[in-house]
């Protein structure tokens, strides 16, 4: 069983910027991709980032070049960068191990003036 913990959401202005972590336990983590999901109101849940084993990264077009990912397999974690953020950002953020159904609890990202 793997549990994953997120931390780092909160209320930003438009430009500004939040760190998000993700945080597995088990030993099974730096041998598996994990990657960044988003749920807005009223949408469905979209894959916004991924990064694998050898940490090959791959973005959805809505935040390449605005969005980060990346992971420390010495801290079993996993974080996702986010800049520029924009209103339409706003929405709850969960990381996932992609070979298995082991989710965060989700964050909550709210850009806002």
């Known amino acids: 069983q793997v549990q994953l913990v997120e931390s780092g959401g909160g209320l930003v202005q438009p430009g500004g910027s939040l760190r998000h972590f993700c945080a597995a336990s088990g030993s099974v983590f730096s041998n598996n991709a994990l990657g960044w999901y988003r749920q807005a109101p009223g949408k469905q849940r979209e894959l916004v980032a991924s990064?694998?084993?050898?940490?090959?990264?791959v973005y959805a077009d809505s935040v390449k070049s605005q969005f980060t990912i990346s992971r420390d397999n010495a801290k079993n974690t996993v974080y996702l960068q986010m800049n520029s953020l924009k209103p339409d950002d706003t929405a709850i953020y969960y990381c996932k191990m992609l070979a298995y159904n082991y989710w965060g609890q989700g964050t909550q990202v709210t850009v806002s003036s």
């Open positions: 990064i694998t084993a050898v940490s090959t990264t």
